[in-house]
């Protein structure tokens, strides 16, 4: 069910960045960027599903730095 309150909007747009930072490989910006997503609109089950595949991707990132020392 879309939402379209300011906060769910603003989940949305934090989110959107988020993945932005992600992909530049700023992951600990990506995560406090979702984290605001998350915050702003708790009841959004997407902002929860973003952010669990961000952690996923930083657990996988600091497992390749572990192989490489």
């Known amino acids: 069910m879309a939402d379209s309150s300011p906060a769910f909007k603003e989940s949305i747009t ?12 700023k992951l600990q910006d990506a995560l406090v960027c979702m984290n605001r997503g998350v915050d702003a609109a ?11 595949q961000l952690l996923r991707l930083m657990l996988r990132d600091e497992g ?3 192989q490489c020392s």
């Open 42 to 52: 708790p009841e959004r089950p997407a902002a929860y599903n973003d952010r669990a």
């Open 64 to 66: 390749k730095r572990e």
């Open 14 to 25: 934090l989110c959107a960045r988020a993945v932005q930072l992600a992909e530049c490989g």
